[in-house]
């Protein structure tokens, strides 16, 4: 099953604008230095594809995304024409992560137009890692509970979805 996770570009559309995010933790005594995030996704509504995407990274707050500590806008990834997203990073968006057992949250949401191309969503899996994955439907237009960060599975209901997201984090330990 997977989760939609857009920023959608037509007039009308932004009060069904999700995002999905899942954590991951940097180990003790390790720095990393993200350099590209790969998602399994597909497109409904329509076969896409995604004009970009947005990469988003949080501190951990409480067990949810809490601040901002930094974000890659508009990154055009390679898609495999059905969703899913190997997204480079470019050298101008510097996301280094230090470890110490610090966990982080991972968004990434496509930027699209439903009118030709539909929405994209996150696939997910069946087992949890750590936190179950967080979402939000901030200008509330699919009416559920979670305008701000709430348990996936929460907001959504019980559609045999989650509790995680699939992706992959690809970079460089540069631990002095």
């Known amino acids: 099953m997977a989760i939609i996770s857009t920023n959608f570009t037509d007039d009308g559309f932004d009060i069904y604008d999700t995002n999905g995010a899942d954590d991951f933790v940097v180990p003790k005594g390790h720095t990393w230095k993200l350099r590209e995030v790969d998602v399994t996704g597909i497109y409904t509504g329509a076969d896409g594809p995604a004009a970009s995407e947005n990469i988003l990274v949080y501190r951990n707050q409480n067990g949810f995304p809490g601040p901002l500590l930094a974000h890659c806008d508009e990154v055009v990834g390679i898609d495999n024409q059905s969703g899913s997203l190997a997204i480079k ?71 045999g979805e989650g509790p995680d997201f699939m992706f992959a984090l690809k970079g460089k330990d540069v631990t002095p």
């Open 89 to 159: 990073l470019p050298k101008s968006c510097k996301i280094a992560l230090q470890g110490g057992g610090r966990r982080y949250w991972i968004s990434v949401v496509a930027n699209m137009s439903f009118e030709c191309c539909g929405t994209w969503t996150w696939e997910t899996r069946s087992t949890e890692n750590s936190k179950p994955a967080a979402w939000e439907n901030p200008n509330g237009g699919f009416g559920t509970p979670c305008t701000t960060w709430g348990v996936m599975t929460d907001c959504i209901g019980d559609y």
